[in-house]
């Protein structure tokens, strides 16, 4: 693959394990440092000086970001209701950020219902002290707030009184997509399904990535990637989504946050962000989708431990990929795509950036996988050129109808410092 080759484990740094809304466990995040953190240790790095930021559209004030027609503002008590009280028995799970509930409301008013009727919501109360803090707090209302698209979760409301910080969101009642793979007794995923995950993952991505403002999701990991009951993809948890560079800019230069073993390597070194950091991101999730491993797992040996250096060998070699898949998946998937896939990912993961494919042509070859009897014949080798940027994708005259524009006219970022 020339020089599509994958980050070493020694560039990265390390955090805290992930959380969807339905895990008991929380990327650590704390917004007053540089770091990517784990446990006890971190490293830290300096914010890359540029001027990116001057060439962002005029942020929204606090009041205009609270203040979106699209969310409600429950009051404390309201939620208090909807959960009943946040007992103990509507806990979906607890992280670093605080508890996650299950509520209800009705659908039309909004307002608490009893347990079993209306509208099933999940409640993330946020810890005075946790390590989400106001700012990725605001930066969830501003961009859920807005956006509106069937591979996002859907942003119902908040409540901000006193020091109370809590999101509403719609349930999806099937969990994350770390818990499927990785949950001890989870029933295996079959090949079609976890196609279908990494497809919906892939629109929701290419929806921000070709948003009128764009937006790079900077967090996108398995734990992130929430299943509705049909085990539809939405992506969650936007408080690292990041406004993209516009005008003649090539990169947003910010603070480095992330996740050990998902962030790209230029990111980490450099705080240099693009779309291609969400992509080489996507390359990882693709990689613990075709693998059944985490991309990084403290219980093996050596390089067996980070998932991208032990998978980096066999993958884009028919005669190795083999050695990679899931076991759990006891052989049921089709070569031919499984091949197909390796390779995408080996793209994806690309020390280069410029040499990853953008999310819109990852999005085009899964479909390919998915339904290769009605897609294009097109070989998986005509597609090592796919990632060069300045190259127009035919998809984008094609879009399906859930790549559509954001509903607001405009994306204005929220009001923040260089990080």
């Given amino acids: 693959m020339g020089n599509c080759a994958c980050i070493d484990s020694s560039a990265r740094v390390d955090t805290a ?25 971190s490293l830290t790095f300096p914010s890359s000086k540029g001027k990116s930021a001057e060439s962002l559209p005029t942020p929204r004030s606090e009041g205009e970001i609270l203040s979106s027609p699209n969310v409600k503002a429950f009051s404390f008590n309201e939620l208090k209701n909807a959960t009943r ?74 409540c901000f009184e006193g020091d109370n910080r809590l999101l509403v969101y719609e349930f999806m009642p099937k969990g994350s997509l770390e818990n499927h793979l990785f949950r001890r007794g989870a029933e295996p995923l079959p090949w079609a399904t976890r196609i279908k995950v ?27 990637i929430l299943l509705d009951s049909d085990f539809n993809a939405k992506l969650s948890d936007f408080g690292l989504a990041k406004a993209g560079p516009t005008g003649d800019r090539t990169h947003v230069s910010t603070q480095v946050v992330g996740t050990h073993g998902y962030a790209a390597p230029e990111y980490v070194a ?62 049921q998937y089709p070569q031919k795509a499984a091949y197909t896939a390796s390779t995408l990912a080996l793209q994806c993961l690309c020390v280069e950036p410029r040499l990853r494919p953008r999310i819109i042509d990852v999005l085009e070859m899964l479909e390919q996988v998915q339904a290769p009897k ?12 796919v990632s060069d940027s300045n190259r127009k994708s035919p998809s ?7 790549d559509r524009k954001p509903t607001a006219s405009s994306l204005p970022p929220l009001r923040q410092s260089s990080g």
């Fill in 17 to 41: 394990q992930s959380l969807g809304l339905h895990t008991s466990s929380e990327t650590s995040k704390n917004s007053s440092k540089t770091s990517i953190s784990s446990g006890g240790s």
């Fill in 85 to 158: 009280n946040f007992r103990p028995d509507s806990l979906l799970g607890e992280g670093g950020f605080g508890y996650v509930f299950k509520g209800w409301i009705d659908e039309h008013t909004l307002t608490a219902v009893k347990p079993g009727s209306g509208m099933v919501i999940a409640v993330k109360r946020l810890k005075p002290e946790g390590f989400q803090g106001h700012k990725e707090w605001l930066t969830e209302v501003n961009y859920l707030g807005q956006l509106r698209h069937p591979n996002l979760v859907k942003l119902v409301g908040y």
């Fill in 198 to 224: 990494a497809i919906g993952a892939a629109r929701g991505l290419s929806f921000l990535h070709d948003a009128e403002v764009q937006v790079i999701y900077r967090d996108f990991k398995a734990s992130n």
């Fill in 270 to 331: 450099t705080g240099r962000l693009t779309t291609k950091s969400d992509v080489y991101s996507f390359g990882v999730v693709l990689l613990e989708l075709l693998t059944g491993r985490s991309a990084v797992d403290k219980s093996k040996l050596g390089a067996e431990q980070n998932l991208v250096d032990w998978a980096k060998p066999y993958l884009g070699d028919k005669r190795k990929v083999f050695r990679i898949m899931d076991t759990k998946l006891a052989g």
């Fill in 374 to 385: 009605t897609a294009s014949k097109t070989s998986i080798s005509d597609h090592q050129t």
């Fill in 396 to 402: 984008r005259s094609h879009r399906s109808s859930t």
